[in-house]
């Protein structure tokens, strides 16, 4: 089984439309982190979480909000979607005091 | 502004030959250095770490560090088509007051031809 899956792996939703993506992870991490990423521009950096009850602003946290529901959960809202938030989007996850972060399969969002 | 620049490529390279990835960083506070593996749809894989200067080896990967010219490498020896991917260079960074973040290059295509 997957140590770090996220759902949906693929949404299509339209403009103004609320979602959410799940990330869920059985490798016993505290820290958790939302990525998106789009051709040309690399991965991105949008909240990280250290522990159930510390939540950070990454580089483009503008038009999204997170969750941690637990260690193992970490949920990423959009609360209107709009068409520039069409992207692959990573969750990762790693031990406190390690640098080293592994990744979900990701879901890749389509907003029409 | 911490930055990793890497050539984003495509580098082409004849199967059987050494690839050489290559990445400079901006933060000379960083400690530890990651190479990613991504094909194309799919998540990044983590495939090398290194921490201190000089090279590490691991199968037909040999990363290189050298933190005075703030620059790491990654070699790949015996180039297959399956090595084919984008490879993401990172490196630790202390982002928005928080230690323990790493910063991504925007990565390098290379492509293995048979």
């Known amino acids: 089984d997957a140590d770090v899956t996220q759902t949906p792996r693929n949404r299509i939703t339209k403009t103004g439309k609320r979602i959410m993506l799940e990330c869920s992870q059985t490798k016993g991490h505290d820290r958790m982190y939302w990525y998106r990423q789009d051709p040309g521009l690399g991965l991105r950096l949008i909240y990280y979480?250290?522990?159930?009850?510390?939540?950070n602003k990454g580089e483009i946290s503008d038009g999204y909000s997170v969750s941690r529901q637990a260690q193992a959960k970490f949920s990423l809202s959009l609360e209107s979607a709009i068409p520039n938030q069409t992207a692959l989007y990573f969750c990762a996850t790693n031990r406190d005091r390690a640098y080293e972060q592994y990744f979900g399969p990701g879901t890749r969002l389509t907003v029409t | 502004q911490k930055e990793v620049e890497q050539n984003s490529g495509p580098l082409s390279v004849p199967e059987g030959a050494i690839a050489s990835l290559n990445c400079t960083y901006s933060?000379?506070?960083?400690?530890?250095f990651f190479w990613y593996r991504q094909y194309s749809g799919k998540s990044p894989e983590l495939i090398m770490s290194i921490y201190s200067n000089g090279d590490k080896e691991d199968g037909r990967f040999t990363a290189q560090l050298n933190k005075a010219s703030q620059y790491v490498s990654l070699l790949i020896r015996d180039s297959q088509p399956s090595d084919s991917a984008t490879y993401l260079c990172a490196v630790s960074g202390f982002y928005g007051g928080s230690q323990g973040n790493l910063i991504f290059g925007k990565g390098t295509k290379l492509s293995v031809k048979p």
């Open positions: 933060d000379r506070g960083s400690q530890s």
């Open positions: 979480s250290f522990d159930v009850k510390d939540i």
